[in-house]
């Protein structure tokens, strides 16, 4: 006996194509939303008007050999291990990315053999550290996602 394809056949496929599509789609939304952690640029002309000059600063940047490793320690300080020069100046602002902690200015003290470590300890959550070094007449600028 044959069986027949009938338009509840057909009606059962076309809610399932389009099931499965929305399904998708609010799953990407939702990781979207969940990972983003807000704009990049405010105005993206403006950015698009300054990319040259970011390249030559990080080719300047880059020259200078610093590198620097930022982390988190288990009591909340933000621990740095840094390639700069001995009498460098380190600070930083903490960011919340959702804002919804207030930013944190922080200042370090050295630790030797080329580590810092933060006076202030950052609340819980996940924080955007944006760190400029100050040595020899020259500025670098770093930044690093730490997270609990």
Do not use: C
Request: hydrophobic letters at 55%; a positive charge.
């Amino acid at each position: 006996m044959q069986r027949l394809f009938t338009g509840w056949h057909m009606t059962a496929i076309i809610v399932a194509f389009f099931g499965i599509v929305i399904a998708v789609n609010v799953a990407m939304a939702t990781f979207a939303i969940r990972t983003f952690s807000g704009t990049v640029v405010d105005n993206s002309y403006v950015a698009s008007q300054q990319f040259n000059s970011w390249l030559a600063a990080s080719r300047a940047q880059r020259a200078l050999g610093w590198s620097v490793k930022i982390g988190l320690d288990p009591a909340r300080h933000v621990r740095i291990a840094a390639n700069v020069p001995a009498d460098a100046l380190l600070t930083a602002i903490a960011v919340h990315p959702l804002g919804r902690v207030a930013n944190q200015s922080l200042g370090f003290d050295a630790t030797g053999e080329g580590g810092f470590v933060s006076r202030t300890i950052l609340p819980a959550g996940r924080f955007m550290v944006h760190l400029k070094v100050h040595a020899a007449g020259h500025e670098a600028d770093f930044a690093t996602a730490v997270d609990p």
